[in-house]
């Protein structure tokens, strides 16, 4: 069993069933409610404004699992093309899509890399969907979730050639008042499955506060989830704080 940032619940499909909890819907086709969907969910993000920075640092203290009181400085390209992330115990990882890969890189068979690199993923997360790599779909299951009616859709990223993203899928939940994200359902990456079963995560998100116009989510909270039966057991919780976006010198990436 995978154990620490995503340990969770174990969902077994139901090999009876034949209908899947995603139904494919290319953004790029002309789809008005699903594209409606992503510029509704940027919209209240602010993610025009994002994209015009350059690059974004927060610092993160995350208590889940086995990895309790992990504290560490990200900063990353608002692209999310380069990350660098520096732990209070002296260890820094950096990534370059430029450069290498995942896979190249091991993160993905590197469980303390891939661990500390989700982070990055989780907060880029509502601010990068529009693109030629992501895949809108529709989502079967319920639109409820801890007794909230969402919009909802399903999301998946393809994998450039020789690049593989943390994530093979997400359900999306988004609210219908503020637009603003508020779970973000995951499996891990077929890499990572030591089981037959596929082990769904939910993170949510609150506490948004306005960071130079735009809402960024500083408090994150990992249930275990399933598409039929939603949450489950809590399983941790991550805070953001000293959220700023900045420049940086050439090379700072290496």
Do not use: C
């Given at each position: 069993m995978i154990s620490g940032l995503f340990t969770g619940c174990e969902y077994q499909p139901n090999p009876s069933d034949n209908k899947p909890f995603m139904d494919l819907?290319?953004?790029?086709?002309?789809?008005?409610?699903?594209?409606?969907?992503?510029?509704?969910?940027?919209?209240?993000?602010?993610?025009?404004?994002?994209?015009?920075?350059?690059?974004?640092?927060?610092?993160?203290?995350?208590?889940?699992?086995?990895?309790?009181?992990?504290?560490?400085?990200?900063?990353?390209?608002?692209?999310?093309?380069?990350?660098k992330i520096e732990s209070d115990d002296g260890k820094h990882f950096v990534y370059q899509e430029s450069r290498s890969s995942?896979?190249?890189?091991?993160?993905?068979?590197?469980f303390e890399q891939l661990r500390s690199f989700a982070w990055a993923h989780f907060f880029s997360l509502p601010k990068r969907l529009r693109n030629h790599d992501v895949r809108v779909?529709?989502?079967?299951?319920?639109?409820?979730?801890?007794?909230?009616?969402?919009?909802v859709r399903g999301i998946r990223l393809v994998p450039k050639p020789g690049f593989d993203d943390l994530f093979e899928w997400y359900v999306v939940y988004?609210?219908?008042?503020?637009?603003?994200?508020?779970?973000?359902?995951?499996?891990?990456p077929e890499q990572?499955?030591?089981?037959?079963?596929?082990?769904?995560?939910?993170?949510?998100?609150?506490?948004?506060?306005?960071?130079?116009?735009?809402?960024?989510?500083?408090?994150?909270t990992f249930w275990e989830w399933s598409p039929d039966n939603g949450l489950g057991s809590k399983l941790g919780n991550a805070t953001l704080e000293n959220v700023s976006f900045l420049p940086v010198d050439n090379g700072y990436y290496k």
């Open positions: 819907d290319a953004f790029s086709k002309p789809q008005p409610v699903v594209g409606l969907f992503v510029l509704n969910l940027e919209k209240a993000h602010n993610a025009s404004e994002y994209r015009k920075r350059e690059n974004v640092r927060f610092e993160i203290t995350g208590n889940i699992g086995n990895v309790q009181n992990y504290q560490a400085t990200i900063t990353m390209s608002t692209t999310a093309h380069d990350v995942l896979m190249e890189d091991s993160i993905i068979h590197n779909e529709k989502f079967n299951g319920s639109n409820r979730l801890n007794g909230e009616s969402f919009r988004a609210d219908r008042k503020s637009g603003l994200l508020r779970y973000a359902a995951y499996a891990l990572m499955q030591h089981t037959e079963e596929v082990i769904s995560h939910a993170v949510e998100y609150s506490d948004y506060r306005d960071v130079d116009g735009i809402p960024i989510a500083h408090k994150w």
